[in-house]
């Protein structure tokens, strides 16, 4: 098989996620990669063309591709249970998996839930918050509140509570109202103001939603530091403080989505940590098979789990389920990628990897084209504007960001941008040198996307 026949029949016979496809036909000016074989960072296609994955695969790899001991442990769970029905049935991944989950979270944290992605997690989560305030006598409680620029998967559900357009909007007439609420996003910090400024100027529009409607709101539901799907939005952790503190004065849950922002990603194992604050309920996906498989869990509470427990006539229980729930490969994969946290020091190599690429990247704070560099951990984000001191965006039409990934591409460097906003957020084992590699190429590729 070569790569060109492979994208023939590809083209033929797939609809790819998130993608106009025009733009890989005749017509197009995107290539696509067909990709033979994957190992640490790199991805290879089948001519032998290597491309560095700075993206971590849409943000799930940790610790690279054909990673030997997540290799290991899928290879022996295979020849153990391949899956079976969790309602009814257990076995020892899921559970060994459950209980290293509840000791790694927050303290309240004591029960796990899982489904096989991360929109159904978001899913299981407004639904269980929705179903315990009926259960415990509050059904006028039905309303969500969620933050501008947020992202929270594609299902109605969870589109319904996210607020970037690109995805929402055309399918605006099916969703569920929500309240959605100024987000404290540093980017939008007036002269003087620390991200922590930010935070508190914005909260005071959380603290007027919830006086307003803490009796009809089930819970706010938020990305605790980056708005990653928002185009890599930063957030003070002082937002979370006041949050958690206004969610308990006003009775409202709080849901904390770290399906991209857990394990590690933003310098502590999860972003809660650095309020510190703890959810009611904890969404978690991606990066918790290492990349590997699907599978997301949400973790919630005593409190939460009791108001469930009852007599089966009371139909108080929580009728939801996917058939791939539990499913032992992955909770293997998962397994092993905890074992690796274990095992080895990856949150002190994390912060000298973040610090390297916080150096590397500074000297672009300088370009007439880049409106900011921001920084939370492990992910990296380089905003293009048209002009820099009024921070206008160029027209989305021109698509600005794709000259970066092309250039990339040529390269070795997979940099898949979003919108103007390029950005790195690397598998773990990723070396000083080829963060280097990338920076130098995004500089590059920088140059062809505000020149043209
Ligand atoms: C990716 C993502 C989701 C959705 O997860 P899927 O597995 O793609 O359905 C939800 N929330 C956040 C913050 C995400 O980044």
């Given at each position: 098989m070569d790569s060109r026949t492979l994208k023939r029949r590809d083209l033929a016979a797939l609809w790819h996620p998130c993608t106009q496809m025009k733009d890989y036909g005749e017509e197009g000016s995107l290539p696509l990669l067909a990709i033979r074989r994957g190992e640490g960072v790199w991805l290879e296609d089948f001519d032998g063309r290597r491309y560095l994955d700075a993206i971590s695969s849409w943000w799930v790899n940790l610790f690279g591709h054909a990673n030997p001991v997540i290799n290991a442990a899928i290879r022996d769970q295979l020849d153990e249970l391949e899956h079976v029905i969790l309602a009814g049935c257990t076995h020892e991944p899921v559970v060994q998996l459950s209980e290293r989950l509840i000791e790694k979270t927050p303290e309240p944290l004591t029960r796990c839930f899982f489904a096989d992605n991360g929109s159904a997690a978001v899913e299981v989560a407004l639904k269980m918050s929705f179903h315990y305030w009926k259960n415990r006598g509050h059904p006028e409680k039905q309303r969500f509140i969620c933050l501008s620029n947020s992202y929270h998967g594609e299902t109605l559900g969870a589109l319904a509570v996210g607020a970037v357009e690109l995805y929402r909007s055309t399918y605006a007439p099916l969703m569920m109202p929500?309240?959605?609420?100024?987000?404290?996003?540093?980017?939008?910090?007036?002269?003087?103001?620390?991200?922590?400024?930010?935070?508190?100027?914005?909260?005071?529009?959380?603290?007027?939603?919830?006086?307003?409607?803490?009796?009809?709101?089930?819970?706010?539901?938020?990305?605790?530091?980056?708005?990653?799907?928002?185009?890599?939005?930063?957030?003070?952790?002082?937002?979370?403080?006041?949050?958690?503190?206004?969610?308990?004065?006003?009775?409202?849950?709080?849901?904390?989505?770290?399906?991209?922002?857990?394990?590690?990603?933003?310098?502590?194992?999860?972003?809660?940590?650095?309020?510190?604050?703890?959810?009611?309920?904890?969404c978690l996906s991606k990066?918790?098979?290492?990349?590997?498989?699907?599978?997301?869990?949400?973790?919630?509470?005593?409190?939460?789990?009791?108001?469930?427990?009852?007599?089966?006539?009371?139909?108080?229980?929580?009728?939801?389920?996917?058939?791939?729930?539990?499913?032992?490969?992955?909770?293997?994969?998962?397994?092993?990628?905890?074992?690796?946290?274990?095992?080895?020091?990856?949150?002190?190599?994390?912060?000298?990897?973040?610090?390297?690429?916080?150096?590397?990247?500074?000297?672009?704070?300088?370009?007439?084209?880049?409106?900011?560099?921001?920084?939370?951990?492990?992910?990296?984000?380089?905003?293009?504007?048209?002009?820099?001191?009024?921070?206008?965006?160029?027209?989305?039409?021109?698509?600005?960001?794709?000259?970066?990934?092309?250039?990339?591409?040529?390269?070795?460097?997979?940099?898949?941008?979003?919108?103007?906003v390029s950005y790195l957020m690397p598998p773990y084992v990723i070396t000083p040198e080829q963060i280097d590699f990338l920076v130098e190429v995004m500089r590059e590729g920088i140059e062809r996307a505000v020149r043209s």
């Open positions: 929500v309240i959605t609420v100024p987000a404290p996003d540093c980017f939008e910090r007036e002269a003087g103001e620390t991200c922590a400024d930010v935070a508190r100027r914005q909260f005071a529009h959380m603290e007027r939603a919830l006086a307003e409607h803490a009796d009809e709101t089930c819970a706010v539901i938020v990305e605790p530091l980056v708005q990653c799907a928002g185009g890599m939005r930063m957030h003070d952790p002082e937002y979370l403080r006041l949050l958690r503190a206004a969610c308990d004065r006003y009775d409202v849950h709080l849901i904390a989505d770290e399906i991209a922002v857990g394990f590690g990603r933003t310098g502590t194992m999860f972003a809660c940590e650095q309020g510190p604050i703890s959810p009611d309920f904890l990066g918790l098979t290492g990349g590997y498989l699907p599978l997301a869990v949400v973790l919630t509470t005593d409190e939460v789990y009791d108001a469930f427990y009852d007599d089966y006539e009371r139909l108080n229980a929580f009728l939801h389920s996917h058939s791939y729930t539990g499913n032992p490969l992955a909770c293997r994969a998962a397994l092993a990628t905890l074992d690796i946290f274990d095992r080895e020091p990856v949150l002190e190599r994390n912060r000298e990897l973040a610090r390297h690429m916080g150096e590397a990247l500074a000297p672009l704070r300088e370009h007439p084209h880049v409106a900011e560099v921001r920084q939370t951990g492990m992910i990296a984000a380089v905003e293009l504007v048209q002009d820099k001191s009024a921070r206008t965006p160029f027209p989305w039409q021109e698509r600005r960001g794709l000259h970066i990934y092309r250039h990339g591409l040529t390269r070795g460097a997979l940099l898949r941008p979003l919108g103007n």
